[in-house]
């Protein structure tokens, strides 16, 4: 599972070898650059990506569930 620092990551909606959409605990500001911790082929890497977007996606009197999408800086390999 892919590791947002300081984002606690609840479910990876999609993933690919340029992008990742993921539901998250906590919003993330569109244009910021961010390290993912990427896991694949028996090891982690760390690369940068820009956050496309975030809207909230779940709302309840408990919660707010966020849905982002980042665009990784090249490509990766599962």
Known sequence: MPHVPGVRVIEVIDASAHGLRCRIAHPVRPGRTMPLRLAGHGDRTVQQALVLRCEVCRL?????????A?????????
């Open 60 to 68: 309840t009197r408990l919660s707010v569930q966020y849905e982002a």
């Open 70 to 78: 980042w665009a990784l800086e090249k490509a990766w390999r599962w």
